[in-house]
């Protein structure tokens, strides 16, 4: 027993750090990208052919969540078929197939967005634990009351609630980056929001709500003048521009693997080593450690620190083949395809009576959203659905910038690498009709 209760933990150590720091085959990862082939990236996609009220889908909800090609659902398959074990703890066989398939995702994670190391990487369940695991982290190490985060005023809610959740522990004090009537932010008095109260400047890259691509170099470089780090909301950027993390030099990056063709459940959250070495971990339990008694605890290095648990193994090994599927297109690509749609469907808009778009920003990105005078955003959303027209009605989880422009709701079209200019046909046909009928 004395034997075994020794041997286990080593075993589980080593086999860590066989995929911490290892030296990686460039080749075994990299991947090129092929000409963009509209018609064969439709056909990985089965959902793309399913029919919907008797029409052919046209998917135009992305910005919610993205379809699966079926690389990525054989992957799901593949691991609980093949490999299922957990991972990092066994010895056997099935533990290490899954391991390295794990830490593997995890290696074309940070080649993707050009991270300096796994350690890293962390997996999460998407960006909105990947906020909050900041937001507690920087609350047990750095936070005291009257403290400030910057925001803007186009943020998601999960990176609006998890400051005002501490109210009871401690006082975090909210400033917020005003945005103008295009959907851009005005800037001007940025750095003069910063001050000695400033620990942290927690910004959307791309706003869900508007599609505006937000200057996060130029906030980046005014916050680290400052000394103050910045987290980006990554989760409408990582799917449609290319994210480097170490030119973009901000502090963490938090992205959902389902808005980029990868599985529910898991994500990412990015930071430089140095800063995620001095925080405190968020969860506490299994693997994050290094060794438990009853009077107290050590930590386990980065990335394991912040990783509590039985990690979702199968959907960070198929987000990692979701990032091979993104990376074999490549991301230029699809930005310059997604480009062409969003400025052809903002013309073709234009078009049907009544509608007003709403985010008129010069940089923006796979995002239409509009409202009619006299026509309610969901009875669009519900009149196209018929249709066979799936787009997002609501507020998108963006009440503040609803508010801003005084509108309860819009009705979103999102844009995906598999969107075609037929579809932004049919979806026009389909708000053209709408028109008609209402009035
Ligand atoms: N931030 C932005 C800009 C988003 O668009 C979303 C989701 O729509 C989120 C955060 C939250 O992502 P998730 O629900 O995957 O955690």
Redesign the pocket.
């Known amino acids: 027993m004395p034997a075994a209760a020794h041997f286990y933990p080593q075993g589980a150590e080593l086999q860590r750090k066989n995929y911490i720091g290892r030296k990686v085959n460039k080749t075994e990862l990299h991947i090129e990208p092929k000409a963009f082939d509209l018609e064969k990236i439709r056909r990985d996609f089965p959902i793309l052919g399913l029919q919907v009220h008797g029409k052919p889908l046209c998917y135009l909800d992305n910005?919610?969540t993205t379809q699966k090609p079926q690389a990525v659902i054989d992957s799901l398959v593949q691991y609980y078929s093949s490999m299922n074990a957990n991972i990092h703890r066994g010895v056997h066989h099935l533990s290490e197939v899954s391991t390295k398939a794990f830490e593997d995702a995890r290696i074309k994670v940070k080649s993707f967005i050009n991270a300096s190391s796994e350690k890293e990487i962390i997996f999460t369940r998407?960006?909105?634990?990947s906020i909050n695991l900041v937001a507690n982290s920087f609350l047990r190490g750095r936070f005291e009351d009257g403290d400030e985060v910057i925001i803007t005023g186009m943020e998601?809610h999960?990176?609006i609630v998890p400051w005002q959740l501490f109210d009871s522990i401690k006082k975090i004090k909210l400033r917020i980056v005003p945005v103008d009537d295009n959907g851009e932010l005005i800037l001007d008095d940025f750095e003069k929001m910063i001050n000695e109260k400033t620990k942290l400047v927690s910004v959307?890259y791309v706003s869900?709500s508007l599609g505006t691509i937000n200057p996060v170099e130029k906030i980046i470089s005014a916050a680290h003048k400052h000394n103050v780090p910045v987290l980006l909301?990554a989760?409408?950027a990582i799917q449609h521009i290319p994210v480097d993390v170490r030119k973009l030099d901000c502090d963490f990056l938090a992205f959902?693997g389902?808005?980029i063709y990868g599985p529910t459940g898991i994500?990412i959250l990015y930071g430089k080593e140095k800063l995620l070495d001095e925080l405190p971990p968020f969860l506490g339990g299994g693997d994050m450690i290094s060794k438990v008694t009853f009077n107290g605890t050590t930590f386990n290095q980065l990335p394991y620190k912040f990783e509590a648990g039985t990690s979702n193994i199968a959907d960070a090994i198929a987000l990692g083949t979701a990032i091979d599927y993104v990376a074999g297109i490549g991301i230029d690509a699809i930005s310059s395809h997604e480009t062409e749609i969003l400025e052809y469907a903002s013309a073709k808009v234009a078009e049907v009576p009544g509608l007003k778009i709403i985010g008129t920003a010069k940089n923006k990105s796979s995002v239409l959203s509009f409202i009619f005078d006299n026509i309610h955003p969901h009875d669009v959303g519900t009149f196209l659905d018929f249709e066979g027209i799936a787009v997002r009605t609501g507020h998108h989880?963006t009440q503040p910038i609803m508010d801003r422009f005084c509108i309860p709701a819009t009705t979103r079209a999102s844009f995906a690498m598999y969107n075609t200019k037929e579809e932004v046909d049919i979806l026009v046909r389909g708000l053209k009709k709408i028109t008609e009928v209402f009035n």
């Open positions: 910005a919610a998407g960006t909105t634990e998601h999960s990176n959307v869900n909301d989760a409408q959902s389902h808005k994500g989880c």
